[in-house]
């Protein structure tokens, strides 16, 4: 963040404490002060802070710096325009008693409290529907609590009927009781999935139905829960690289990138050409892959079978390339802090032209077959239409953020691995509905092509790792012969990488949207907490937004449209 | 060099594209294509006749774990913990044992890996200081009645061979 803007918000927030961590401000304040800042910076003309990324809290219970209260709440919020990121955070003396809610500035704060709450237990007041949403519903405890045993499993018995959460959105969306009753208009309870094949995962669509048409919808998630944030908590900060692969596993290589990019711009590592290179090279292919999977599926359910063969089979043969590199098709686990697991390998440049330039054959091929097609466009235009404001407050990123009209992109934006000298577009919508989401799918391979063509001409010979033996393991003849190298290996295995004590966050441009990490560190080798920002659970929390008053099948192709991943959703 | 924001166009408005059929057709050009390519020439589908013909496994391949040897064929190993440590999924078990034959002080006398736990990362291959441990036997897939013959001891893992010659093996990078 310039100075300027600093300023003003010194000048704006004087009470206030403000720093400035990485690219970020944090501003703290005490709990009575929360609310009256959050919306002066998201109302105000000079911050206009529309979109909220972010909801967490810390328990600083075995922190080892005293702090003012346990419990610590920060409010993550962005200036799309000005590429601006302020973190608000105030102590929490009483979880119990809990802080006013955010929900009536942002409605990404439903969800995002409700993570809170279910996490740390810290209660919000006035939150409209304020229950558990990762963990499930008879779930005791707050996980990520610090005095919550790892290992104490806890099973659900019986499911939740979600009836009052359904009815009280009916009585939201202005259907009495006597219009549920009637004959002629009575509604219908239907639940799509948990396991069902249109949710392409596990996710719980609860439709009231009138007709066909969905009157009201409530979404259960976490199906998928694995606690992503208490197992990094007992791992070293580069153990932590594998589970990433876990989170969006269609593409993989993008999230260990994102998570070691957010590791290293806190190590203040500045990793080598070559590697940015690879990285940009790789996270766009994989950004294909992402897309060309959100698509077919996507097709499927539209009933265009062909499609998916023309584009599938293509992700599939690239997985040749994936695995020769990575030594894995799925779950890449492909780089370290301060460089890559390995370097490209010899002939890499043929296979990779090889793999886009057919590639761009099946994707051209299905676009021809979807572009004009009436069917599609009778199915997708003006379906399940999600405006720019509504997006925005929902904290929508990425193709579904673009598909509404706002043009951001973090690699336009805030550039990073010197993105910004490439030539490329910013495929953007105008008016966020299902043909929107999809076409700029379309679009974003063809412009990641053209990326990964330019950066394959630009990429230099070189190291692969920075050369601090902080971070990077010795090379293993020094393993094998010398002793410091040895020691040094020890080392490193043993306590991890150590990173200063404080905290940030950091963000990635993923295939889905605006990928963050937020990280507290304590000085030592393991992240004492890691908050991921997966950018479906987001667009899946406005999911409702987009198919009250659509029918039953648009429901099914627009979960499909917004590329819903279990892994990255549930964590 | 600049990135640029691209406004969509939004098809479907013109009278061709309303009537449908014509559309159609043009899509069925397409699909006729590949028919007619795929009569002509099948050698180019992606099909693999699984299990008959094996997928391609190369050297950086992270398979099922072996144990090396010394040229004499005694166990590397040194029982040293690291890849133990290392392990994100927490699945090596190593039990030390006094070493007899003065190549080292230690050796493994239990040396357990839990497949169903492993998650693949050959974080123990990297973390390996003697070159111990290695994953490329090219074994994917690893299946099996029951739960206790997937957890493999070190007989088991001294007996498999590696995949690879040596100098293939290094040229993928380890
Ligand atoms: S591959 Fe990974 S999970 Fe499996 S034993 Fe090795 S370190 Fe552990
Ligand atoms: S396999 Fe390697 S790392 Fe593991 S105990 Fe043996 S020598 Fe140590």
Redesign the interface.
Known sequence: MNATALEKLQAAFPEATISTVLDSAVIAVQPERLIETLSHLKNDKDFKFSLLLDVTAIDYLEYPVAQEARFALVYTLRNWQKNMVVQVRTPVHDPDAGVPTATHLWDSANWGEREVYDQYGIRFIGHPDLRRILNHWQFKGHPLRKDYPIKLGQICYETDSMEKEIRARLALKGVSQSTMQDINTEIMFLNLGPSHPVTHGAIRILTALDGETIVANVNEIGYLHRGFEKTAENLTYNQVIPLTDRLNYCSALMNNIAYVKAVESWLGIEITERTKFMRVVMSEFFRIQDHLVCIAANLVDMGGLTNYWYLYNEKEASYDLISRLTGARLTSSFTRIGGMYRDFYEGWEADMENHIKNIEKGVSDSYKLVAQNRIVHDRTQGVCVMSKDLALSYGFTGPCLRASGVPFDLRKDAPYYNYDAFDFEVPVGTKGDLYDRLMIRYEEIFQSIKIIRQAMKMIPEGPIFVSDHRVALPPKSQVYGKIEGLANHFKLIFEGVKTPPGEWYDSFEAANGELGFHFVSDGSGRPYKVKVRPPCFYIMGGFHEMVEGSMIADAVINLGCINIIGGELDR | ????????E???SSF???I?LF??F??MR??LG?LWRNLCDNSRL?VRHYPEVKP?I?P???GRHRLTTHEDGTVKCVACF?CQ??C?AKCIMIEAGERMDGKSEKVPVRFDIDLLEC?????CV??C???AIR?DTGIFSVTSYDRESVFVGIDELLATKGAFDEEEYK????
């Open positions: 060099m600049s990135v640029t924001v691209k406004i969509m939004r098809k479907g061709l594209e309303k449908y559309e159609i043009k899509g397409v699909t590949h992606y391609e190369t950086r391949w992270r690291m440590t290392n994100p998650i693949y990362c050959g974080y990297e973390a200081p003697m070159d994953m040229k993928g990078g380890a």
